[in-house]
């Protein structure tokens, strides 16, 4: 897309030189050369105008932290600024060239042969007025500007759809569903419709404990009482834990996406220290033998197992091992596969959680074969609701963003949450603060250049940054409309619309500044019919014929992205720029004439008098 716009900068400015150069009369004795270069004189500041205003918005869009719209203004900034290189060097060469072969009346293509026609103009002739610019200016013109009622119903359906737009702007959803990278016709796509249709289950998601720093202190201790009250869901722990919160959390499944209670490792693990007798307990170990005071399996019924904690051992309170005994035999817990063999021992750790604990082991005196571990991470799993659209994912990464906010508010630690699908919709959460700076910068940086290159009026800025503020904020109203959702692509595709739109209403503008009409209607007239066909052809018709191509496109993603969007912002510029922009102009116009000398050395005076403006143009 930054390609394209680069190429559609270039036609646009070409299109305003050329024409500028067919509708030029010569004056007595003139050169071809000098006429190219007079002529570019007082189209060139335009040209610079809508060109910096694009480079510059281009260059603060690349400030972006979304890496698709950093990439784009980027290099769309740079195409544009060497776009404009060529078009001030290269082919102002070229279209000087073109003038001296036209004054010595040789043929376009066959520039050896001799046309049997004379380019010379006497004295008084004018060029023949293309039928675009007769429509304009002798239509078109006097429809739009020569009745007040008009003029008063074009701001007012213009502040109606502004109004309509930003009412829609809350309405717009975020996301891009995967299904529109593929083309109309792909097999995979009814494979899409089925999962969205018929699935019913949900992404697994992780809620990641860190109870180390990143300098390696411990911040929560798993085997003291009080670390594990702090992640533990079962009898005595506390009621703002890890595990309760997730569970709170998983009662409400609509709102937080959280379809069922996590599976808890250390719950699980108090379950399976649980002293019952010699026989019948989990955790055992060999008391005699070659495999003496090493892990006994609960499949193995030999009788020399022994329980790890005595059952009638007073040191076990609350049905908690103490420290010493949760870090001695964490790793059994950990091996140990659950069996329904023997006396059916299902809470053994190594089929759910070998995975899920991590830790740092050593060696301890009287540790009968087991290496004490010191627990640094861990994580609680639970499943997501059944996701089907867009939405519903950038919700679901949403509630588990808020879920650990809340916990980490309660536990000493550093909690996240983790699902697989996390790495694609964590851009979306700040997608409509990207959306409102990215924007908001744009158009800041329009209103600078247009203030600067309009010789410091504030007026003139002010409206051309106006005409833009509109177009972007009806292009929003138009994706609520075409359903097209806020991301990554329509977000560069809006910055792209404020450079679009910019040429639509600089042309205009700085005309409009530069005429010495007497009132603002008369300005606007004569601004809109010298420069209106311009825009007219050489930016709406250029681009809706370039963008035409793209509507034959197989990809879903750029007949909505690209063909529906590219259309919107070329339609709502050329409205903008030459319906509501010559009106607006006619009301809130800069009432006198800033611009400096002219080329034919006269000057002008500006009088009020009566609430007309005068410009009487004295010889220096």
């Not at 509708?23 to 335009?46: K, L, M, T, Y």
């Not at 109870?211 to 594990?228: F, H, I």
């Not at 009250?229 to 009662?251: E, F, K, R, W």
Request: glycine share 6%.
């Amino acid at each position: 897309s930054s390609g394209i716009n680069a190429d559609y900068e270039g036609v646009d400015n070409i299109f305003i030189l050329v024409q500028a150069v067919q509708r030029d009369v010569p004056s007595p004795g003139e050169s071809g050369n000098n006429q190219i270069v007079r002529i570019f004189g007082e189209v060139a500041p335009s040209m610079l105008l809508s060109a910096s205003s694009e480079i510059i918005a281009f260059a603060c869009g690349s400030l972006s932290s979304q890496p698709a719209v950093h990439d784009f203004s980027l290099y769309a900034s740079v195409a544009v600024l060497l776009n404009f290189l060529l078009q001030v060097s290269v082919f102002l060469v070229l279209l000087s060239w073109d003038r001296q072969r036209e004054l010595a009346e040789r043929q376009d293509v066959f520039c050896c042969i001799k046309a049997s026609y004379d380019v010379q103009m006497s004295e008084g002739e004018t060029r023949p007025s293309s039928p675009l610019y007769l429509l304009v200016s002798k239509v078109w013109v006097p429809a739009l500007l020569n009745t007040t009622i008009v003029r008063f119903l074009v701001m007012s359906f213009f502040g109606l759809t502004f109004c309509l737009s930003i009412a829609a702007i809350p309405h717009l959803e975020i996301g891009l569903d995967q299904q529109l990278a593929l083309p109309k016709d792909s097999y995979v796509g009814p494979y899409f419709d089925y999962l969205s249709k018929y699935l019913e289950v949900g992404a697994p998601v992780y809620f990641v404990v860190e109870m180390e720093d990143e300098q390696g202190v411990t911040t929560l201790n798993a085997s003291a009482l009080d670390g594990q009250n702090q992640l533990c869901g079962v009898s005595g722990c506390n009621v703002d834990s890890v595990v309760s919160m997730i569970n709170i959390y998983a009662n409400y499944s609509s709102f937080s996406r959280l379809a069922q209670p996590p599976n808890s490792w250390i719950d699980d693990y108090f379950d399976w220290m649980e002293p019952i007798d010699d026989f019948y307990s989990c955790c055992r170990y060999y008391t005699g033998g070659e495999k003496k005071n090493q892990f006994c399996p609960s499949i193995d019924q030999d009788g020399s197992c022994t329980s790890c904690i005595d059952p009638n051992d007073e040191g076990y309170p609350h049905h908690r091992p103490n420290s010493q005994q949760f870090q001695k035999y964490l790793q059994w817990y950990l091996q140990d596969n659950p069996t329904t063999k023997g006396f059916a021992c299902t809470k053994g750790g190594h089929a759910a959680y070998g995975n899920a604990v991590k830790y740092t082991s050593w060696t301890s005196i009287n540790s009968r074969g087991a290496d004490s571990a010191n627990v640094s991470a861990a994580y609680f799993m639970t499943y997501h609701t059944t996701c089907r659209n867009s939405s519903d994912f950038i919700q679901a990464y949403r509630q588990a963003r808020n879920l650990t906010e809340l916990i980490k508010q309660n536990v000493k630690a550093n909690v996240y949450p983790y699902s697989i699908f996390y790495v694609y919709y964590e851009m979306y959460v700040t997608m409509v603060d990207q959306v409102a700076i990215n924007l908001s910068v744009c158009i800041a940086a329009v209103f600078v250049v247009s203030f600067v290159l309009m010789n410091f009026n504030f007026m003139s800025a002010v409206i051309t940054t106006t005409t833009v503020l509109m177009i972007t904020v009806n292009m929003l109203g138009m994706m609520y409309l075409l359903d097209i959702n806020i991301n990554p692509v329509s977000l560069v595709n809006l910055v792209m619309s404020v450079g679009i739109s910019v040429e639509f209403c600089s042309h205009i503008a700085r005309s409009f500044s530069q005429s010495r009409q007497l009132g603002r209607v008369d300005r606007a007239k004569e601004a809109l019919s010298k420069t209106g066909s311009s825009v007219l052809s050489g930016i709406f018709m250029t681009k809706l014929i370039g963008i035409s191509v793209l509507a034959f496109a197989k990809s879903q993603i750029f007949e909505i992205y690209y063909f529906k969007m590219y259309v919107c912002i070329v339609a709502l510029g050329m409205l903008h720029g030459l319906v509501f922009l010559p009106v607006f102009l006619t009301f809130f116009g800069p009432a006198r004439n800033t611009e400096p000398l002219s080329s034919s050395g006269f000057k002008a005076i500006d009088t009020e008098q009566n609430g007309a403006t005068e410009r009487d143009p004295l010889l220096k």
